[in-house]
């Protein structure tokens, strides 16, 4: 498509329960990037890819949480054993070129609205 | 970690209003990025600064860079009930090419 897309675009998982989020970035972007964003808040860095290699994984909020994009293109958010706290939406981008400067526009998927209950 | 605060958090004006919005820092940065944000969707690159003291205009939007590149503005002449939505401001620090610190926006309603 001509756009980042993200499915599923809404989720509500059980507490305890394990989800998988899925990122379809722009065809061709090098670097792919996963955000949270809380309820009234601006979205928060969790990870960024450079093809198939994770090279920032710093923003990640614990071990339960695991990024993966296997053949450079596609990527799945994995969260286990969710937790209230996780609800949030999650934010895909995908860019161009390497990383982010200000001459490489950052595209961002609708996200997906996670709900844990 | 570098903190963007934004203000106001909220802004409910009236259609053909007037309005800036400040996104500011104790951090320098290379440069700053303004985004909109719609309900339901992601956000959307309004523009990049890059310069300390830029002015770029966007039709009716006019941003600005702080001469130190610490501190930024968005003016909006004339608001539209178009122009709702969240306000985001993002910037990159000079050490990091990877990492985009967002600030936590302006949510702006304009009425008809």
């Known amino acids: 498509g001509a756009g980042v897309s993200q499915s599923p675009r809404y989720k509500v998982a059980k507490r305890g329960q394990d989800v998988a989020l899925r990122c379809d970035p722009i065809s061709g972007h090098v670097s792919l990037f996963w955000y949270q964003q809380a309820l009234g808040q601006g979205p928060e860095f969790l990870t960024y890819f450079q093809n198939e290699a994770q090279l920032d994984k710093s923003g990640l909020p614990s071990d339960r949480f695991f990024a993966e994009r296997p053949e450079g293109s596609v990527s799945t958010l994995k969260i286990q054993r969710t937790q209230q706290e996780d609800s949030a939406v999650y934010l895909c981008?995908?860019?161009?070129?390497?990383?982010?400067?200000?001459?490489?526009?950052?595209?961002f998927g609708e996200g997906s609205w996670l709900t844990v209950v | 970690t570098q903190l963007l605060e934004q203000s106001p958090q909220f802004l409910s004006i009236q259609e053909g209003e007037n309005l800036t919005v400040y996104c500011n820092s104790s951090s320098v940065f290379s440069s700053l990025q303004w985004y909109r944000q719609e309900p339901g969707e992601g956000p959307v690159l309004l523009v990049t600064v890059v310069t300390g003291g830029e002015v770029k205009k966007l039709k009716r939007l006019t941003f600005q860079f702080g001469d130190a590149r610490k501190d930024s503005s968005l003016h909006i002449t004339a608001a539209q009930p178009g122009d709702t939505g969240l306000y985001l401001c993002a910037a990159l620090s000079s050490g990091s090419a990877r990492q985009l610190t967002f600030g936590s926006g302006t949510q702006l309603t304009v009425l008809p």
């Open positions: 981008a995908s860019s161009l070129e390497w990383g982010h400067f200000s001459g490489n526009t950052i595209y």
